[in-house]
């Protein structure tokens, strides 16, 4: 059976006042003059009035508001329509959700205003990262798995390669030989490291309670002549949680993330700032090693983490291998974000058992 009605027997007021999509009435200079009630729950917000009359950028990250107020304009000024895209929401409480946004014309009596509709796909945005970083994780496993056959059948003959030097050191004595034998250390270490890191349960250590915030001020003194030029913040809260794990894995994974974040500034003009961030939330401990060096373009954020590729013209990647490696068997998260120019924010994720 169909339900016949008229237009006139429609309460679209009603109808818009409870739409499962947020939707916004904008005004000149971004001013949000009606939200509907699934605003209210997108942002966290108890009443209406803490979003009507405020400007719209106060719910957008300050790097987006110019893009924001340039899309404003193409619908009050060229009454064009804004397409769906993705973007980042502050919401009432602080957290940073993902939504897609999109805006047309809104005619009230001789007044052009902007309609704006909000939709959340955090979910979905956590569901897509996540089985990227499935994808990344069953990756590194594999070059893990590669690069421990290729140590071992290096390594062996190399092996054999420094027993006869010595005996011929000690035979035929040559100013050559310690050279040589030096060399050959630093292959061999090289290997090691890469051995370890395709295989960090290769440290046969227990699992402990860990005071991350302590280990980071210990690793950051390691630095100590390094950092002459580099201001140092830090914005530790939650200091009493602590997370469970293999101590010197962690320690040297800090290690390796704060020695990047320093070497990052060694190009650029004046002084740099290095920014570490601890707290707590929804049951992980979250580190940010944020940097104000030269940055990491976008297309070869992907290959942090892989083996042998690194952004440095004398480096090996390996560092950042044994980072990725020991937060992911941890059961930890790791992202990065970087703006060329700019510099690096390394995002970790650590579950409090």
């Known amino acids: 059976m169909e339900l016949q009605t008229g237009s006139h027997d429609i309460d679209f007021h009603q109808l818009i006042e409870y739409s499962l999509n947020s939707i916004w009435i904008v005004g000149e200079e971004g001013k949000i003059l009606y939200c509907n009630k699934a605003c209210l729950e997108l942002l966290k917000l108890a009443s209406p009035e803490d979003i009507l009359y405020k400007k719209l950028y106060a719910f957008f990250p300050s790097e987006i508001h110019a893009g924001c107020k340039e899309r404003l304009n193409k619908v009050l000024k060229n009454q064009d329509i804004v397409e769906l895209e993705e973007q980042k929401m502050i919401c009432g409480d602080g957290e940073v959700i993902d939504i897609e946004v999109t805006a047309a014309p809104f005619y009230l009596k001789d007044m052009v205003l902007a309609q704006v509709i909000i939709r959340n796909i955090t979910d979905r945005k956590r569901a897509e990262r996540a089985e990227i970083l499935l994808k990344e994780r069953v990756k590194l496993a594999s070059i893990g798995q590669i690069a421990a056959g290729i140590v071992h059948e290096v390594k062996n003959p190399l092996t054999t390669v420094k027993g006869f030097l010595q005996l011929l050191k000690e035979s035929q004595p040559h100013p050559y030989f310690d050279t040589i034998e030096a060399e050959l250390e630093k292959a061999l270490e090289a290997l090691q490291n890469l051995l370890h890191v395709s295989k960090p349960d290769l440290h046969e250590e227990p699992f402990v309670p860990i005071d991350l915030c302590k280990e980071l001020a210990s690793i950051l003194f390691l630095f100590q002549e390094k950092l002459y030029k580099v201001e140092i913040e830090w914005a530790l809260r939650d200091t009493e949680r602590k997370v469970v794990g293999k101590r010197n894995l962690f320690l040297k994974a800090f290690f390796n993330l704060l020695k990047n974040a320093i070497e ?88 409090v058992k």
Do not use: R, W
């Not at 929804?282 to 940055?295: E, M, P, Y």
């Not at 490696?325 to 703006?339: A, C, L």
């Open 264 to 351: 990052a500034m060694d190009e650029i003009q004046g002084k740099g700032k290095i920014k570490i961030e601890h707290y707590y939330k929804n049951g992980q401990i979250h580190i940010k090693v944020s940097d104000t060096g030269v940055g990491i373009p976008e297309d070869k954020l992907k290959l942090l983490g892989t083996p042998f590729f690194s952004t440095k013209s004398e480096g090996t990647g390996l560092g950042l291998t044994q980072v990725y490696t020991t937060i992911h068997k941890h059961g930890g998260n790791i992202s990065v974000q970087s703006v060329v120019g700019k510099g690096t924010t390394f995002h970790v994720q650590l579950p």
